[in-house]
């Protein structure tokens, strides 16, 4: 189960945002920051309204963030990828 499949990429840690929290799913530092030094003042959430990256095809991926008075969350959805050049599991007999 170690092949979790993060959609979600942390922009402060650079890093997959697999843990959930009360406040949506986050990277392992944001989840620790977020429950040892709970973050002040009012959410606002948004979607940023320039692509922070783009993939090898060219799409541009967006950028979630959470917004607090002291603290910040930026994830990076990575577009739909189509999971067709997966190989699939063959099963392969060892005769
Ligand atoms: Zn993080």
Not at 27 to 52: A, D, I
Not at 64 to 80: D, K, M, T, V
């Amino acid at each position: 189960m170690r092949n979790e499949h993060a959609t979600t990429i942390c922009l402060e840690h650079q890093s997959a945002e697999t843990q959930a929290t009360p406040h949506g799913t986050f990277c392992p530092r944001c989840k620790q920051r977020l429950y040892t030094n709970p973050p002040q003042g009012n959410l606002m959430s948004f979607w940023e309204s320039q692509p922070v990256a783009y993939t090898l095809e060219r799409e541009p991926c967006f950028a979630y963030s959470l917004l607090w008075e002291n603290f910040r969350i930026r994830s990076l959805h990575l577009p739909e990828v189509s999971t067709a050049d997966e190989p699939a599991t063959q099963l392969k007999s060892h005769s």
